[in-house]
């Protein structure tokens, strides 16, 4: 390895040259990829948080210190072999399979399952209803059905809306209110061996009734095609708006051993601030009740539908191989899609993600791994348009697109080897990709312009100071990255910046349209190496590492 010593000043005649160039590569950008105006921008606005409910849950940058104590020593500037940089693109899984035929053909797979049989029952000593029932929950139930709370059970067999109608028999219950309208007044458990089935061809719209209570709970399988499902306020004869986050509202949540296929549905108002009850929530039992039931994780397949002002559009725990595609995630209240918990080997595609009123648009946390995240939009959220969390790794970004979002375009916290491959973030207001205690990231052919702060920006933060669980999410303080490829242009402080890196590795970017009079400027550990590393990376076109000198004589 050769390390590269103090570079002449570039020729005036070559710079310039290279400015006019990448003048009009950026203008030629911006008309190829039909990016609007900042007075575009500024006529949308950008959704935000509401700051006066102090039912938001704590910002997960709250409490840290993002200015650690730390003081740079020197670095050392190193070329590398650009051909041990190259990577092929990623493979990505094909979604085009999954679609209203496929999910038709698992209905025809399952059988009909014997005679449907639905009964009303009571809600409590029912193991299916655990969840829901114990402590201060059972006194929601009989508040809102004035008696002994009661269920809506599909014992067995394949159920349609019009059996629970027949065999539930019971207005008060079950009422169709006008033809396919149906409505829904106690909450509904799907059991094991069991499927539920609503069909646009029979049932347009099912409400919820919120006043009375009314939830779906799934164990074993439910199909929803070309159908709504809507919260419903009785009282006020209209969907049950957000308006707390303690609020009851109309759910639906599906558990370990379940099936759900959604396929141009439309969900409106579903879900408030309690454990399983977010709005759309697939589940795994607790380790405790699963000794028991022994069941396999959940599964679901999301496509095609929309979601509207759901506490949380999409929530999973401990699930395996779900699809989310197609979808539309509109004005919902915390998150747009929210896998969580030791899930894995997720399929999150070609979904359009905005408005989100306090956080961000999508978000993966604690230990979501080996999963792909691609050809996404997500858009004037609260905060950030797309977020890697808690130990989340070995994850695929691709080709995804993020714009007008409160915070960063994309945001990793305390997640390690993440590959984002051809991503696009601009007019953010803070930075275009921002890596936190994140280390080994490999940034590849991004693009990252107009946006607030950098275009890259990765740190390290002390969380001491913060309500952060330490032994379910432990974390280190490192950051390390390469960033091979893309556009860096018209970022508000730069194309680039990395505080106390383990290293960084810079190949192929084009960064060469300040947005300041000043010319482009680097700062910290690229400071003082500018002229020899824009030399380097511009006019000679080499890859350049950066590390820490103590790190280069240990080795």
């Avoid at 051909?83 to 035929?101: F, G, K, S, T, V």
């Avoid at 960063?408 to 973030?425: I, K, R, V």
Wanted: aromatic letters at 10%.
């Amino acid at each position: 390895m050769m390390t590269a010593g103090n570079a002449d000043s570039m020729d005036m005649t070559a710079m310039q040259h290279h400015w006019r160039l990448a003048v009009a590569s950026v203008l030629m950008l911006f008309l190829l990829t039909g990016v609007p105006t900042l007075a575009d921008a500024a006529k949308k606005g950008v959704a935000t948080a509401e700051a006066s409910d102090s039912e938001t849950e704590v910002d997960e940058d709250a409490g840290a210190d993002d200015s650690p104590k730390l003081k740079d020593g020197p670095y050392q500037m190193d070329y590398v072999p650009a051909e041990a940089l190259q990577l092929p693109a990623p493979a990505l899984p094909p979604i085009d399979i999954y679609n209203e035929d496929w999910v038709r053909q698992r209905l025809d797979e399952t059988g009909h399952g014997g005679e449907p049989v639905v009964r009303v029952e009571r809600m409590f000593k029912k193991a299916t209803l655990r969840e829901f029932t114990a402590s201060d929950r059972a006194v929601e139930w009989a508040r809102r059905q004035l008696s002994h709370p009661k269920a809506v059970f599909v014992r067995s067999g394949r159920v349609t809306a019009k059996d629970i109608l027949q065999q539930v028999n019971n207005r008060a219950f079950f009422e169709e209110l006008s033809p396919g309208v149906f409505i829904l007044r106690l909450p509904l458990v799907v059991e094991h061996g069991a499927s539920l089935v609503l069909d646009g061809e029979e049932i347009k719209t099912l409400r919820l009734s919120q006043d009375r209570g009314a939830f779906i709970e799934v164990h074993g399988q439910l199909y929803t095609l070309n159908m709504e499902m809507v919260a419903w306020d009785e009282s006020a004869d209209t969907n049950a708006q957000y308006e707390s986050s303690k609020e009851f509202r109309p759910f639906l949540t599906t558990w370990g051993g379940s099936k759900l296929y959604m396929s141009g549905t439309r969900v409106v108002s579903f879900g408030y601030n309690k454990s399983k009850s977010y709005g759309i929530t697939v589940s795994h039992y607790s380790e405790d009740e699963n000794e028991e039931l022994r069941q396999e994780g959940p599964k679901s397949w999301i496509m095609d539908s929309e979601f509207v002002d759901v506490y949380y559009g999409f929530y999973c725990f401990e699930a395996e191989g779900l699809v989310v595609v197609r979808n539309k995630y509109i004005n919902n209240i915390v998150y747009g899609i929210d896998p969580h918990d030791y899930s894995s080997h997720l399929v999150i595609a070609e979904n359009e993600v905005y408005g989100t009123v306090k956080k961000h648009g999508i978000i993966v946390s604690r230990s979501v791994n080996d999963s792909w995240i691609f050809n996404n939009k997500s858009y004037d959220n609260a905060i950030s348009g797309f977020v890697l969390d808690r130990s989340s790794e070995r994850n695929v970004i691709a080709n995804n697109l993020a714009y007008r979002n409160g915070g960063d375009g994309y945001t990793l916290y305390e997640s390690h080897d993440n590959l984002f491959w051809s991503n696009l973030a601009f007019d953010n207001n803070r930075h275009g990709i921002r890596a936190r205690n994140s280390a080994n990231l490999r940034l590849y052919g991004n693009k990252a312009f107009r946006n607030g702060g950098f275009g890259i920006y990765g740190h390290i933060a002390d969380l001491s100071n913060t309500d952060r669980d330490f032994e379910h999410d432990p974390y280190e303080m490192r950051v390390s990255m390469t960033i091979h490829g893309g556009n860096y242009a018209l970022n508000a402080r730069g194309p680039f910046h990395v505080e106390h890196p383990e290293s960084v590795v810079l190949y192929d970017l084009d960064m060469r349209f300040p947005v300041n009079s000043y010319g482009l400027q680097l700062f910290g550990i690229f400071k003082p190496h500018q002229s020899s590393l824009l030399e380097a990376l511009i006019k000679d076109q080499r890859a350049v590492k950066l590390h820490p000198v103590e790190l280069a004589r240990e080795s």
